[in-house]
């Protein structure tokens, strides 16, 4: 009855509002997060992570068109690009040239060359007629990613950081108010950058809802006299300005130096007020470690719980945290990350070696609320630890071999709705204020129950070793995990390889804040499409799984011919053992057969 999940996230998202790496909001909610977790007599500290050249703070916006009707405009602009010089009107102008549509981020060598040719006709086509772009709004061409104008960061993944700033410039010469560009939903907004005070943005950079952009390009392609007013308060904090984790502890009294680590991201971006990613995860975390603190509970292991900084910017905050404490790295028995969607708990799949342990820990949350009984179920397939961070916090902690604990949710809410967007609002939290309530209440009962077992959790099985692995799984859902011996057998491990990743699906948009690699179009919060199958069994007999991969299109991806060559360091001996018998063609033996050997 006194659940406060929802009141951290009231104070999070409207009383410090987006929560930038490096803004004031992101600086103050911090303070008030250390002071609150220090409120409930637990031992918490900012932990230093970084800093960044300039800080950026935004402020309201407004916009309208004035000229020929008047009518309000939606639109945002990216963090960390110019605002207004008060209040701002001109005429309309369309820029032709387009290297807009042209991928800046992680572009072709292509691309960057057709983006270099269109930049320069760009910058031919102001020169030639500057007056045309005198105290105007120019149009320009593509739809927006949600990416600033001129690039992201000064680094090779983002090309446009180097290819636009001459035509930026070029249009700030010209006398230009600012360039629009076209929205589509779910209206992505993400950021710029300024390196350093002495050379931030000065030409405001506008995303325009689609249809309005459409509206206006038609007048002025038209003739009609159209006229814009924007009114943009995005303001910079001369820096270095430094960046902070919140870290806080309940001392455990046994195991005092193991740790249950809660993990959640508390930075956000700032064109919505980072309501769902991630305060949507952060709040039940905070409110999880209230409940536990003000029970009076006393765990034999410590439970942690940390706001990570900067998981936008690339999992800086949980990559520095854990590079600082290499000693407490193998005393983590679980990390638990709630970055998401504001879904309702149901579940969890565990490890085998966990599941008897965890058993009774999740007994009393099966009628918890009938809504969403809790299910245990568990998983005997070790993961694989990610080479890279990428995604959300938990990978961080997965690299370095910490198991993590990832729990089943409910499916109402379409993720990429609020995600980087918009739309990131409380608003969008209250409709799922008992989900978000329960899942405080499960996480604390889950967390202390870890941390107050008598012996840790294993981490045997909980990955793979090092290693090359084939993860098959027939649309039946039946699951098989083998080994491939590159040492012994590279040339048929290599083809192998390549003809199945030829036709395996991308990964999605993971890597910087985004949800994990394989997550679709909805995101986190939404039901995921299984991917196209890469291959079919062709004939189970005689103890044998025969089966063969797509071929793949290009042809030059398979070889024409394998040798046949036996393994000295396998043997048929059971089930499990896997073996190439065609360029595109393997099979999975059922039982022992020596006879392939």
Excluded at 97 to 102: G, H, L, V
Excluded at 356 to 384: H, T
Excluded at 479 to 489: C, E, G, I, P
Excluded at 573 to 589: E, M, Q, R
């Amino acid at each position: 009855t006194d659940n406060q999940a929802m009141h951290w996230a009231d104070i999070m998202t409207n009383r410090f509002g987006g929560r930038v790496t490096g803004s004031d909001a992101y600086t103050n909610a911090s303070q008030w997060a250390l002071w609150q977790f220090k409120q409930w007599g637990l031992e918490a500290e900012l932990d230093e992570v970084g800093e960044v050249p300039v800080g950026f703070n935004r402020g309201p916006w407004f916009g309208k068109m004035l000229k020929p009707a008047e009518k309000a405009l939606y639109f945002g602009t990216p963090t960390s690009t110019a605002g207004t010089k008060g209040v701002q009107r001109g005429g309309v102008v369309i820029l032709k040239a387009d290297p807009f549509s042209i991928p800046g981020r992680n572009a072709s060598a292509e691309d960057v060359e057709k983006k270099k040719a269109a930049v320069e006709a760009a910058i031919a086509e102001v020169k030639a007629n500057q007056a045309a772009f005198k105290d105007k709004w120019v149009l320009i061409a593509g739809d927006s990613t949600g990416f600033g104008r001129d690039g992201r960061r000064d680094t090779p993944e983002y090309a446009d950081a180097k290819l636009m700033p001459p035509l930026t410039d070029t249009l700030v010469r010209a006398g230009a108010l600012g360039t629009v560009q076209r929205m589509k939903a779910p209206y992505s907004m993400l950021d710029g950058y300024a390196s350093s005070w002495d050379k931030l943005p000065v030409l405001p950079d506008i995303k325009l809802l689609d249809t309005q952009y459409d509206e206006i390009k038609a007048l002025a392609e038209k003739g009609d006299a159209v006229e814009l007013e924007f009114d943009i308060r995005n303001w910079f904090r001369m820096g270095p300005v430094k960046y902070y984790n919140i870290v806080a502890t309940l001392r455990g009294t046994t195991y005092p130096d193991e740790h249950v680590v809660l993990g959640s991201h508390f930075d956000s971006f700032d064109s919505g007020t980072g309501a769902v990613d991630d305060g949507s995860g952060t709040s039940p975390h905070i409110e999880a470690m209230r409940l536990i603190a003000k029970s009076g509970a006393k765990p034999k292991r410590s439970i942690t719980i940390i706001l990570f900084a900067a998981e936008e910017n690339g999992l800086v905050g949980s990559q520095s945290w854990l590079k600082k404490r290499p000693q407490v790295q193998p005393k983590i028995v679980a990390m638990i990350n709630r970055d998401g969607s504001p879904s309702a708990i149901t579940g969890a799949t565990v490890p085998g070696g966990w599941y008897a342990q965890m058993e009774p820990i999740v007994a009393p949350l099966a009628n918890l609320n009938p809504k969403w009984p809790f299910r245990l179920a568990r998983n005997d397939y070790p993961s694989a630890k990610p080479e890279r961070p990428g995604g959300t916090d938990s990978s961080s902690f997965a690299m370095v071999g910490i198991p993590t604990l990832n729990f089943a949710v409910t499916r109402e809410y379409t993720y990429s709705r609020a995600w980087h967007t918009l739309n990131d609002l409380y608003s969008e939290l209250v409709p799922f204020t008992e989900h978000q309530q329960h899942s405080a209440l499960v996480t604390a009962v889950v967390a202390y129950g870890i941390a107050n077992l008598d012996a840790p959790l294993t981490r045997d099985g909980v990955y793979l070793d090092g290693g090359i692995y084939a993860d098959i799984t027939t649309a039946s859902g039946t699951r098989v995990m083998a080994s491939l011996d590159y040492v012994n057998a590279p040339v048929q491990v290599a083809n192998f390889i390549r003809v199945a990743e030829a036709n395996a699906p991308q990964g999605g948009r993971g890597g910087r804040g985004g949800p994990p690699a394989g997550m679709g179009a909805g995101g986190r919060g939404a039901e995921q499409q299984p991917p196209p199958p890469v291959g079919t069994i062709t004939d189970v007999r005689g103890g044998l799984v025969s089966a063969s991969l797509l071929p793949p299109k290009d042809k030059a991806t398979i070889v024409a011919r394998l040798p046949k060559l036996s393994n000295p360091s396998l043997s048929h001996d059971g089930p499990g053992v896997l073996g190439v018998s065609g360029p595109n063609a393997f099979y999975l033996t059922l039982q022992k057969n020596t006879g392939l050997d």
